[in-house]
């Protein structure tokens, strides 16, 4: 396994459960920053075999959600509808969780050459030690090598995270996040407490150089002071450059391009890609045919999904004043929506309203 994020540990984790003998390379020491508004939904947690609690620095119950044209809305709700926590302190605790479960988790082994040679893959580190593996399988971020090596190219997108210190009108609302849907064209800008900073940001779904104008505007609108940290780091969205793997190589999460085009969500996928390609290993073994059944558990659930949310995300932002002006006298449809995106999924809001219709409806529109 080539990278302990979220994706990496928790399939390393599932898999060393299972009695499989699981090598974990990470470039970096934990604890380690990663770039990320650190937003865990409740259907990504859901897919946790384990407590992650201890992690959890906020409970989201209150979104200030600031539309185009219109004033902004405060939706409610009487449970968390998404969790807040710190990603070098979740990513930590999911390393420690494949390392109790029996991976061997390396830190500080960057891995620079993939070479597939028959029967097995050579992966070779920077610091020049090689490891010889019946599968490799490449979570190693928006960056990755691994993908490099099966032809996916780097992610045109782009996301600013910030750490602030609160400004005092900020104090008192641990369980309150802001969605600015007006602080950049075709994305949006958030702000999610912690415990001792608050998480700001911005994330463009069109290929944007300026980013860092439309964060600066975003800080400044809300009364934000300036960063103490500031990163950005790519979007590696699902679509058409998503790639899954071939031959003894699998990609997950991040590395196969598998970030939501409507939201930016990314722990989901790759806590659900890790889960699929646990489940494709264990039942075709580890080796070429648990590739492509791993292709087809992925194409058949997340790609599906994303497939709808990609259409859907081209007419949310491109008629957003339009859509604005209809949910700013209907805040219950935005609360229904949004737990639609957060608990059940594409999948779900599809069951709901009719997956035909729907996807009749979309492609009719943009065909
Ligand atoms: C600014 C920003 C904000 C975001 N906010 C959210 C959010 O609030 N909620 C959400 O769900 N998603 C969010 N995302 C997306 C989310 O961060 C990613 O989708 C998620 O981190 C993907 O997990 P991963 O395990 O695939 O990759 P990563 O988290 O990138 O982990 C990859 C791991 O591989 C290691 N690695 C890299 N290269 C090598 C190598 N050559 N050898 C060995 N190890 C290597 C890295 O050090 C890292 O530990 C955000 C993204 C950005 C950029």
Known sequence: MVGAGPAGALCACSLARAGLSVLLLEKTHFPREKPCGGGLTPKAAALLPFSFQSVVEG??????????????LEINWDRPVCFLVRREILDTHLAEQARQAGAFLREGEEVVRIEETGEAVTVTTAGGASYRAQLVIGADGALSRVARLVGRPYPRHFALAAALIPPPAWAEKRDTILIDLEALPYGYGWVFPKIDHLNAGVG????????????????????????????????????????????????????AGLVDPLTGEGLYAAFRSAEL???????????????SRYRELVKASLLREYHFAYRLARLF???????????????????????????????????????????????????
Do not use: Q
Request: hydrophobic share 45%.
């Open 204 to 255: 463009s779904f069109a290929a944007t150089r300026e980013l860092r104008f439309y964060w600066e505007n975003f800080l400044r609108r809300n009364g934000l002071a300036r960063p103490f940290r500031l990163r950005a780091h790519p979007l590696a969205l699902a679509g058409k450059e998503t790639e899954l793997g071939r031959g003894r190589v699998m990609l997950l999460g991040d590395a």
């Open 277 to 291: 390609a646990a489940r494709a290993i264990l039942e075709k073994g580890v080796g070429e045919r648990a590739v």
């Open 317 to 367: 932002y491109r008629f957003l004043p339009l859509i604005a002006r209809y949910f700013s006298s209907r805040p219950e449809k935005i609360r229904y929506f949004w737990e639609f995106l957060f608990f059940g999924g594409y999948a779900e809001l599809f069951r709901r309203v009719g997956a035909r219709y729907w996807e009749k409806l979309l492609c009719g529109y943009l065909n």
């Open 59 to 72: 409970e989201v119950k209150r979104a200030i959600l600031c539309l185009p044209g219109v004033e902004a």
